[in-house]
C-alpha cells in the first residue's frame, strides 16, 4: 500500500475531501485520538473495504486529533500517548488514503469557538455522570469532523458504547445523512479490551486491569446458567473489581440504545463499567445473551 497523504489543515483536508465526494468517490471516515492499536486498525480496514464498493475504489479516510474540548480539567490531556509516525504506518498497511492530523488543536477550535453539540439523554449517566462535559466535547468535535469531511459512512466501535450511542442520536436528530457503522471490541488475548490508555498500565496494574473483562465475561455466564438479576449481578462484578484492585466508578446492565438500566438483562443487554486502575480510568462493555 501506499502511504497515506497527510493532511495538517482542516480547510485543505475539506476541499480534498470536497472535491473527491463531488467527483462521485464514495468516503468512508475513521475518527481517532491516534496511538493506534488493533482496535482502530479494524475500523481502518473497515473502512478501506466498505469505500470501495461494486468494484469501484472510494477514499478511506482517518483523522488524528486529541480533542482537548472533551477532556476535563483534572483528565490526562497533557500526557495522553501520540505516536504520529507509528500511526500513519498502521494507516499506510490498512490501506487508508487521507489522513488528517492539525498539530494544533487550534487549527480545529478556533480562537472565539462558542457552538456546542449536547446530546441530552444519550450523554447522562454511565460516563456521562463522571466525566461532564465529555460527551459535549466528542459530539461537537465529531459534528466537525463530519462536516469537514462529508464522508457516505463514518465508523466507530462499540468499546465506547455510549459514545456510539450519543453519535447515533446526534445524527438522527440533526439530519446528518451518514452512514454510522458500529464495530466490535478488539481485545487482548486475555481478554483486556485493547485501549491506548493501556499504555499507562504498569506491569503490576496489568493483572488488575484485567478484572474488567473477567467480571463481564463472568457475568455472561452466569446469565447463561439463568441469572438475569441486574442487581446481583452488577454486586458480583463490583466485587469483583475491588478484589483485584480496582475503583470502581460504575458498573450497569442498560438496554443497548437507550441507557436506560434495567433489572433483569435481557438478550441484548449491555452490562457496561469503569474502574480507576492506579489513575487509569479504563471502561468495557459486553452485550449479554
Ligand atoms: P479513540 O482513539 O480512543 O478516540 O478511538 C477511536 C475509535 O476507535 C473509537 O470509535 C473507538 O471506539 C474505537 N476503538 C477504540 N478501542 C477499540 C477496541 N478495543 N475495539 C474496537 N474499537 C475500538
Request: proline share 7%; glycine share 8%; charged share 20%.
Amino acid at each position: 500500500m501506499p502511504p497515506p497523504q497527510l493532511f495538517t489543515d482542516p480547510a485543505a483536508w475539506q476541499a480534498r475531501c470536497g472535491q473527491a465526494r463531488d467527483s462521485g468517490l464514495r468516503l468512508a471516515l475513521v475518527p481517532t485520538m491516534g496511538f493506534l492499536h488493533e482496535g482502530h486498525r479494524s475500523l481502518l480496514r473497515e473502512a478501506r473495504r466498505r469505500a470501495d464498493q461494486g468494484g469501484k475504489r472510494g477514499l478511506a479516510l482517518a483523522t488524528i486529533f486529541v480533542n482537548p474540548t472533551q477532556f476535563g480539567a483534572t483528565e490526562d490531556l497533557s500526557r495522553y500517548p501520540r505516536d504520529l509516525a507509528g500511526d500513519l504506518a498502521s494507516c499506510q498497511e490498512a490501506g487508508i488514503d487521507l489522513v488528517l492530523a492539525p498539530p494544533d488543536p487550534a487549527l480545529v477550535f478556533a480562537p472565539g469557538h462558542q457552538t456546542w453539540v449536547d446530546v441530552e439523554q444519550a450523554s447522562q449517566g454511565l460516563c456521562g455522570a463522571s466525566r461532564p462535559g465529555h460527551f459535549r466535547g466528542v459530539a461537537t468535535v465529531v459534528l466537525k469532523l463530519l462536516n469537514l469531511t462529508r464522508p457516505h459512512l463514518a465508523l466507530f466501535g462499540e468499546k465506547d458504547w455510549q459514545q456510539l450511542a450519543v453519535i447515533r442520536a446526534m445524527v438522527r436528530d440533526l439530519d446528518l445523512g451518514v452512514e454510522i457503522v458500529g464495530m466490535p471490541i478488539v481485545r487482548e488475548a486475555d481478554g483486556l479490551a485493547r485501549s491506548s490508555r493501556n499504555a499507562y498500565l504498569t506491569p503490576e496494574q496489568r493483572p488488575i486491569a484485567l478484572a474488567l473483562s473477567r467480571s463481564l465475561f463472568e457475568a455472561r455466564e452466569a446469565v447463561q446458567a439463568g441469572r438475569r438479576e441486574a442487581a446481583a449481578l452488577t454486586a458480583a462484578a463490583r466485587a469483583r473489581l475491588a478484589a483485584a484492585g480496582a475503583r470502581v466508578d460504575y458498573v450497569e446492565i442498560v438496554h443497548p440504545d437507550t441507557l436506560r438500566p434495567v433489572a433483569e438483562a435481557a438478550p441484548g443487554s449491555v452490562m457496561l463499567l469503569a474502574a480507576l486502575v492506579g489513575t487509569t480510568r479504563l471502561i468495557d462493555n459486553l452485550v449479554l445473551p
